[in-house]
């Protein structure tokens, strides 16, 4: 198993991470420096409140050995020519230790936040994966680009912009998918799947695998060294009463996602239809103090792993086994005793 942890790493003392969301990243070169000498395999770096290529960077050459990966970059609003340039050079900038993750986000985002125009996600995400490759292959080649599809016509590659070919191989590119058309898209043109949060272990089994398969048939590639990477939700703690606590807290968490419509299918692959409508019910009437309520004990196992620090690697093992290449996984360090637990959790994950 490839263990990561998410920028930064979460840890009570260092205020890198706030309640918000917001990172320090004037502290992100010596929090990766941090993470590899806990003996994790990557990082990843969202696309939130800094630029994930900029998080990247600064974590890539803070360190010798840990792979870094954008869970993820959001695609459309970057042309392909400039993800696929931004992607060469971190490549080039790590000996090959940069992992492209890219993501479609939702059309209120793609319109209103980034002022761009909607299109089918999984058909757009074909072309823009397929644009990369066309342009990586002409750089590594030196041969000429000429990409056409529905949403791209590249077809001009001026030497003076022409980056020089890589010596590190080729840029592995993972795909953020929930639902089983973007999943088939990983599955036929993609390296690897970064697996939502709420995708349970019942519904990678059931429905992302099987569709993942069906896009590599299409396509006719074998996934021997296709990586499936999960961030399980996780509630754990040092004490059964901090356990409370944190399972109360993904309580809301799964009541959030339940209540967003592109998550639903995931709902309704364990017959929770009717709970995901109501969900999303009481978030449009901005009830959001009482949605947790709504979600019961048996709900809340079913996709999120509980357990106290003794228990949670072993209970991650049995959810995950024979599902997941590599997994997303890290506890709060307020103390050296936390640091060499975390260690040990690390390594135990990793065997």
Request: net charge neutral; with cysteine; charged share 20%.
């Amino acid at each position: 198993m490839i263990v990561e942890t998410m920028l930064p790493l979460g840890r009570a003392d260092s205020g890198l991470k706030q309640a918000d969301g917001t990172v320090d990243i004037t502290a992100v070169a010596g929090d990766a420096a941090r993470v590899e000498a806990l003996g994790f395999d990557g990082i990843a770096v969202q696309d939130n409140k800094e630029d994930p290529y900029v998080m990247s960077t600064l974590a890539l050459q803070a360190t010798s050995r840990l792979r870094v990966a954008t869970s993820v970059a959001i695609a459309f609003p970057r042309s392909p020519t400039v993800t696929a340039m931004t992607a060469w050079s971190l490549a080039r900038l790590s000996g090959g230790r940069f992992v492209l993750g890219l993501g479609s986000q939702v059309k209120g985002h793609i319109e209103r936040r980034f002022g761009g125009r909607w299109s089918a996600p999984a058909p757009w995400m074909r072309d823009y994966l397929r644009a990369i490759r066309d342009l990586w292959s002409a750089w590594q080649n030196g041969t000429p680009v000429n990409h056409t599809s529905a949403h791209y016509t590249i077809n001009l590659n001026v030497p003076i912009f022409t980056p020089a070919p890589l010596a590190c191989g080729p840029i592995p590119i993972h795909l953020a998918a929930v639902n089983p058309a973007m999943c088939g898209v990983a599955g036929e043109l993609a390296d690897g799947l970064r697996v939502h949060p709420i995708c349970s272990p019942h519904y990678l089994r059931s429905v992302i695998l099987p569709a993942v398969r069906k896009g590599a048939a299409r396509s006719g590639r074998a996934l021997e060294n296709f990586e499936v990477a999960v961030k399980p939700l996780v509630a754990t703690a040092a004490d059964p009463e901090k356990l409370a606590l944190k399972r109360e807290e993904m309580r809301g968490r799964v009541a959030f996602y339940g209540s967003t419509p592109a998550y639903a299918a995931a709902f309704e692959a364990h017959e929770l239809a009717d709970l995901a409508q109501r969900l999303n019910q009481y978030s449009r009437a901005q009830r959001w103090a009482e949605m947790s309520a709504l979600v019961p004990d048996d709900v809340l196992d079913e996709f999120v792993t509980i357990g106290l620090h003794d228990t949670i690697v072993q209970q991650l093992r049995a959810r995950y086994q024979g599902l997941a290449d590599s997994m997303e996984f890290s506890i709060p360090v307020t103390n050296e005793a936390d640091t060499a637990r975390l260690a040990e959790m690390v390594e135990e994950l990793r065997r």
